[in-house]
């Protein structure tokens, strides 16, 4: 079991441009949960999903950023026209249940250029 | 409203050293917690949840209901112990969402 895959590693976009994170979870987990980590900042919730459903996006910027998980392949996190801001590190996390130890991915850091 | 609140970004002390980091919450009703650590360019990996009461890696964790507190104990320090911490609490009602605190660097000298 690989654990939680997150690529690519490193993401470098020009303002205006779009990003894409991908998150594979652990084997039997159907349970997504994405967070952002800004600098000098905590991590924070951004979205939580299940198979083809967001359950809690409460955590999500209203315009531009949009999430899924699909039945076949990875989960995805979606940021259109980026900008400065954007600028962090994502981590998505696994779970097999909605309240049970997570398993973290190594994460994705953007850089908006 | 949910909170954790790491109030020290850096902890530094000598090996052998006790080491102490708090960790303090705002939740109404009864949260689990949790504690994460980071070491140097790795993954999050969970350290301990309050519910099951384990020691992992010489560390305990007490829930303090009264003071609304967990903090993260052990009696002496390593220099592998050298990462970041975070505090992080799951709520009955957050659809398993975790809250985390904005983290502890503890640093380990020899």
């Known amino acids: 079991n690989a654990g939680v895959m997150q690529n690519p590693r490193h993401l470098v976009r020009r303002r205006g441009q779009e990003a894409r994170l991908r998150c594979s979870p652990m084997?039997?987990?159907?349970?997504v949960y994405w967070y952002r980590q800004l600098p000098e900042e905590g991590l924070k919730f951004m979205v939580y999903?299940?198979?083809?459903?967001?359950?809690?996006e409460s955590g999500m910027p209203k315009e531009r950023f949009s999430a899924e998980f699909p039945k076949e392949g990875p989960s995805i996190l979606r940021i259109q026209q980026v900008v400065r801001g954007d600028s962090a590190a994502y981590f998505c996390?696994?779970?097999?249940?909605?309240?049970?130890?997570?398993?973290f991915g190594s994460g994705t850091r953007l850089t908006v250029v | 409203a949910q909170r954790v609140t790491q109030p020290e970004k850096l902890l530094s002390v000598f090996k052998g050293a006790p080491v102490e980091l708090k960790c303090n919450y705002s939740?109404?009703?009864?949260?689990?917690l949790f504690w994460y650590v980071q070491y140097s360019r790795q993954r999050l990996q969970l350290l301990l949840r309050?519910?099951s009461r384990e020691s992992i890696k010489g560390f305990t964790a007490d829930l303090n209901k009264g003071e609304t507190s967990f903090h993260l104990k052990k009696p002496f320090a390593q220099e592998e112990d050298s990462a970041m911490y975070y505090c992080?609490?799951?709520?009955?009602?957050?659809?398993?969402?975790?809250?985390f605190g904005q983290g502890t660097t503890l640093q380990v000298k020899p």
């Open positions: 939740y109404s009703g009864s949260p689990e």
């Open positions: 309050h519910i």
């Open positions: 084997k039997g987990h159907s349970h």
């Open positions: 999903l299940q198979k083809e459903n967001i359950i809690d």
């Open positions: 996390a696994s779970s097999p249940t909605d309240n049970y130890g997570y398993t």
């Open positions: 992080a609490l799951i709520g009955s009602s957050n659809t398993g969402k975790l809250i």
